[in-house]
């Protein structure tokens, strides 16, 4: 396989070296479809339905910002959805099937995008090209190409693309970003990342018929076409790769962004080694791993990530930890930071578990209780789309958190393996490993080079 300059990958992939470098910065107002005053509401549209989408919708009308659109291709999701938007406002919103109905809206100035996660970045770029600002759900990106992709549209066309990890909006993990800034911790060599949750086996079932008026090749997207299954329509779809990322990607990339973030959003790993796969449940349908352990070498420390879906005792931090001043038994949290100091040792818990600080024999020197991220991050998204702001979590700090993530992946896909990545030609130092930078795209479903 010829070897891809730098130069060549970045264009291929719609990232130049000023796009990254400016981050964004270089968002104005001269992009926006219209010139929202200081006090004006904000329409936003949301395309996918499901739990998820229906929560960031809750919390951006909580905000302050009126839901103009639905969009979904299941009418069942569509009229759960204006159910449960009477909740929080008063005026319905337009139901659509088609996302182009929603880029084509006059009163749509911004959009969520909480769709499965193959249709991310397609959805978005096709929102920036429309000029409409957009919240889109973690993980951002399918596969390596098409996040750079999405920072290159979201600079073109000058837009506001807020990803959905919301730790970095939080503001125990920024305390906690300025102990580990103030020194006092030492040098930090090791950071161990976890996402060791419980779950079960996972069967999709015989095939079906799609219900009435539901779009099958809509859905499927990009995706190689296969035949309907409701499992997979209904959540099962986590459970495939040319659908999403596994956990890792599902859940663990909010503890990856954390983490990097902590560490100060430091250069490339030089090198990913991963092992992995269907461990207790050998026999079920799932592609992606039960067990996995992925470990990055970065310039001035080493990162390792742990993955579970079986084991019953751990559990994610509850809503009365997060809500209340207490931490998780730190110990069985499935979500939890450990970050190794030199001096001191942090262990942290994303979305609301809080952080400590301890010195040998268990003393705790430093105990922070925290709060939901959530809000704090809707707010940033409404502030940054009215000043054109760069918002916490903008789409070119989050395409490194994505391909850091996409890269454990790739190593456990490509065969266990270790890889060996090259940041300055942008490609592993193994042809299979490549391969899954930019997967196909099924005909009438692509990204163009061009966005």
């Not at 790769?241 to 490339?268: E, K």
Request: positive net charge; hydrophobic residues 35%.
């Amino acid at each position: 396989m010829p070897r891809m300059t730098r130069r060549g990958f970045l264009q291929r992939s719609g990232v130049s070296a000023t796009g990254l470098a400016l981050g964004a910065g270089a968002l104005t107002a001269a992009g926006a479809g219209r010139v929202l005053g200081a006090n004006e509401r904000i329409n936003v549209a949301l395309i996918g339905c499901g739990g998820r989408g229906r929560y960031v919708m809750y919390g951006l009308a909580e905000q302050g910002a009126r839901i103009t659109t639905l969009c979904d291709l299941l009418d069942s999701r569509l009229n759960e959805t204006a159910e449960f938007l009477k909740k929080v406002q008063d005026a319905p919103a337009r139901p659509v099937k088609d996302m182009q109905a929603v880029f084509d809206a006059k009163d749509v100035d911004a959009v969520i995008v909480a769709t499965p996660d193959h249709w991310h970045a397609p959805a978005t770029i096709r929102a920036c090209r429309a000029g409409k600002d957009v919240y889109v759900e973690k993980p951002h990106c399918h596969n390596i190409w098409e996040s750079g992709r999405m920072v290159a549209a979201a600079r073109k066309y000058q837009r506001i693309v807020q990803v959905g990890t919301q730790n970095r909006s939080g503001p125990y993990n920024l305390q906690a970003l300025e102990t580990i800034q103030s020194g006092k911790m030492g040098k930090i060599c090791l950071v161990k990342v976890f996402n060791m949750k419980n779950g079960q086996a996972f069967k999709l079932g015989e095939p079906g018929s799609p219900p009435d008026g539901f779009n099958w090749d809509a859905w499927l997207g990009r995706a190689p076409d296969r035949p309907y299954h409701q499992r997979l329509v209904r959540s099962g779809w986590q459970f495939f790769w040319d659908f999403c990322g596994g956990d890792m990607g599902n859940d663990g990339i909010h503890q990856i962004d954390l983490a990097l973030m902590l560490m100060g959003d430091p250069g490339w790993p030089k090198s990913v080694r991963s092992l992995g796969g269907r461990y207790c449940y050998r026999d079920d349908d799932s592609q992606v791993p039960d067990v996995q352990m992925v470990s990055y070498d970065f310039p001035d420390f080493v990162m390792t990530f742990e993955l579970t879906g079986y084991p019953r005792y751990m559990e994610k931090t509850t809503a009365t930890i997060r809500r209340n001043d207490e931490h998780p038994y730190w110990t069985q949290n499935a979500t939890r930071i450990e970050l190794y100091g030199s001096e001191l040792m942090m262990i942290l818990g994303r979305h609301g578990g809080g952080y400590t600080v301890m010195t040998s024999a268990g003393k705790e020197i430093e105990k922070v209780f925290g709060r939901p991220c959530d809000e704090p991050h809707y707010q940033n998204f409404l502030e940054c789309v009215r000043s054109r702001k760069p918002p916490s979590a903008d789409v070119a700090v989050a395409h490194k958190t994505g391909v850091t993530m996409h890269m454990g992946n790739i190593a456990h896909r490509a065969g266990n393996t270790a890889l060996a990545w090259d940041a300055e030609a942008c490609r592993f130092d193994k042809d299979e490993a490549n391969r899954l930078i930019k997967p196909s795209y099924r005909a009438g479903y692509e990204i163009p080079e061009e966005v």
